[in-house]
């Protein structure tokens, strides 16, 4: 079935069939009434390009993101989708992983086949912005470095929470404490980096550059993190892993070497992921509401597309909160 087929049906123009169908103002509400309820026993749908022509929207938020792999980012994506569908939108997925397509090519491809732009990625630049984009695009970046951007950003509380988990590790009597890091280059990892090294100085425990292992937030770098700062004469007795996947590959590594968690050593982790809960024993771990921060990245990409005056371009912070299990050997919070 075609728009004129519709039109047809209920006696009205193909224009106004249109209209009606894509909440012109134009059309009277009985009119509406009449071609929706013509549409509705034709079954028919209307077709997604041709609309797009018309309205000059696709009503689809692109999303692009360092990886699709792993709790993180399908939280994220879940927020994301959550939102746009509440209004009929829908989501565009892609990866722009380092080693993998350009993130440029990622960027061009997206355009016109989206109306806005959920975007993390370090290697994005004021630059590239304006190769790729055209001007006014709505984009929001996630977790992004400052820097003179034409796009809102918003950003998790790295450096507070990194630096609580530290205190609260030292405030159970662990004098060394070691960090596996994140990725080279990534804003969350160095800001965690920057909290952990503000704790100790807080708490008076002096740096020891053998504690802070290189990591890029997968569950390997964990496991060989781990095993590193276990060949050390003087080993550390609790472990920061700057997030939960990489937690979860240092406590298979210390399981395999004989030893326990939290008795013999003590383990944390970062992003509090759905699973991180059902670890055993149960991961400590710094709270961010994930799902919530893909949730409010698409409802600013969705604002902009509705605001007329100058795009909203702050930044903003979600908070983080240390969440307390048994694999720091305290008591549960």
Known sequence: MTIRDVAR??????????????ESHLVAEDTRTVVRAAADRLHYSPHGAARSLITSRTHTIGVLLPDLYGEFFSEVIRGIDQRVQQVGYHCLLSSARRGGPPLEAALRSMRGRVDGLVLMSPEFTGDLSRRTLPAGFPVILLNSAPAELPHGSLIVANFEGARAMVLHLAALGHR???????????????????????????AG??????LEIAGDFGEAAGDAGARALLRLVDRPTAIFATNDGMAIGALFALRDAGLRVPEDIAIGGFDDIPMARYLEPALTSVHVDISALGERAAARVLSALERTADPDLSRETMPTTLVVRRSCGARRS
């Open 9 to 22: 049906a209920a006696g009205v123009s193909t224009a106004t069939a249109s209209r009606a169908l894509n």
């Open 176 to 202: 060394r404490v070691a960090i596996i890091k994140g990725a080279e280059g990534n804003f969350d990892a160095a800001e965690r980096l920057r909290g952990y090294r503000a704790g100790l100085g807080e």
């Open 205 to 210: 425990l002096e740096p020891a550059p053998e």
